[in-house]
T-cell receptor, first 114, second 114 residues
Framework: EAGVAQSPRYKIIEKRQSVAFWCNPI?????LYWYQQILGQGPKLLIQ????????DSQLPKDRFSAERLKGVDSTLKIQPAKLEDSAVYLC????????????FGSGTQLSVL | DQQVKQNSPSLSVQEGRISILNCDYTNSMFDYFLWYKKYPAEGPTFLISISSIKDKNEDGRFTVFLNKSAKHLSLHIVPSQPGDSAVYFC?????????????FGQGTTLQVKP
């Protein structure tokens, strides 16, 4: 069974630039999550999709972050414009059900904002 | 507001001995707890979980203990092996009473010395 695919693995940009991350969840998984992990901290949920609807985006900085999940499968997360404090690993995860009881994570995208 | 805390950033044990990783939480409504393991440059992988109706769950060398009155859980690894060296995150979920999103602790880096 293929795992959660993410791209790119690494991205270096300057502040005020824009960047986009892509995620392909495990086939058949209805729920997709984007987490932000800052160095030395645990992953923090940014947004949760159930199929192609948003379930929770309470911690998403909506003035600069946006995400979509077209057709309930792939998802993209965008940052525009980026700030220095956005430097982090962005993890995509998926699960079969509506609850976050067992998430399968991708390898993440390491973002450095200079 | 750190609802899930791992107060030990790192732990070093000798191969063959027991590793005990601790986690405290503040929200008494959490009803499901999980441990994830993370190797460098990889996403977290699910290790073991426990429901709030239990106080112990065992899977091979890994055992999780839950003390609801103390709002504390711990992960025991016996015997510890060098391949167990990784960052361990505990996570808590509100399960069916919420979107089920996971709230992670900051992580504990375990080093098992040969």
């Amino acid at each position: 069974e293929a795992g959660v695919a993410q791209s790119p693995r690494y991205k270096i940009i300057e502040k005020r630039q824009s960047v986009a991350f892509w995620c392909n969840p495990i086939s058949g998984h209805a729920t997709l999550y984007w987490y932000q992990q800052i160095l030395g901290q645990g992953p923090k949920l940014l947004i949760q999709f159930q199929n192609n609807g948003v379930v929770d985006d309470s911690q998403l900085p909506k003035d600069r972050f946006s995400a979509e999940r077209l057709k309930g499968v792939d998802s993209t997360l965008k940052i525009q414009p980026a700030k220095l404090e956005d430097s982090a690993v962005y993890l995509c995860a998926s699960s079969k059900g509506a609850w976050g009881e067992k998430l399968f994570f991708g390898s993440g995208t390491q973002l450095s904002v200079l | 507001d750190q609802q899930v805390k791992q107060n030990s950033p790192s732990l070093s044990v000798q191969e063959g001995r027991i590793s005990i990783l601790n986690c405290d939480y503040t929200n008494s409504m959490f009803d499901y707890f999980l441990w994830y393991k993370k190797y460098p440059a990889e996403g977290p992988t699910f290790l073991i979980s426990i429901s709030s109706i239990k106080d112990k769950n065992e899977d091979g060398r890994f055992t999780v203990f839950l003390n609801k009155s103390a709002k504390h859980l711990s992960l025991h690894i016996v015997p510890s092996q060098p391949g167990d060296s990784a960052v361990y995150f505990c996570a808590a979920s509100l399960g069916s009473s919420n979107t089920g999103k996971l709230i992670f602790g900051q992580g504990t880096t375990l080093q098992v010395k040969p």
